[in-house]
């Protein structure tokens, strides 16, 4: 199970920290990603990274200003987002799948979207 948390309204130029926390499995071996879903837009990935942390991967829109990491140790993913811009806007949503390949096409497990609205 994932449980995503953190979003919010937040100004231009702000930021925010969304949390991914895992439960229920193990999730070693698997990437975690965050995705986005803006109205009218398909999902896109966001970031992930590799529950070891070291593998690591931003869309080029968000690259400079999130920052994904993982604490192995309580299980929860963060993603960092600074500089929030309007256009960052959209339900964020955590994932668990076995493979980075085609921006985590394959993906075994869904957490509930958190909504993050940037206003300007």
């Known amino acids: 199970q994932l449980q995503a948390s953190g979003g919010g309204l937040v100004q231009a130029g702000g930021s925010l920290r969304l949390s991914c926390a895992a439960s229920?499995?193990?999730?070693?071996?698997?990437?975690m990603g965050w995705f986005r879903q803006a109205p009218g837009k398909e999902r896109e990935l966001v970031a992930a990274?590799?529950?070891?942390?070291?593998?690591?991967y931003y869309a080029g829109s968000v690259k400079g200003r999130f920052t994904i990491s993982i604490d192995n140790a309580k299980n929860t993913v963060y993603l960092q987002m600074n500089s929030l811009k309007p256009e960052d806007t959209a339900v964020y949503y955590c994932?668990?799948?076995?493979?980075?390949?085609?921006?985590?096409?394959?993906?075994?497990?869904w957490g509930q979207g958190t909504l993050v609205t940037v206003s300007s």
């Open positions: 229920g499995r193990t999730f070693r071996g698997y990437f």
């Open positions: 990274i590799s529950w070891s942390g070291g593998v690591i």
């Open positions: 994932a668990a799948g076995p493979r980075l390949a085609d921006k985590m096409r394959d993906i075994d497990y």
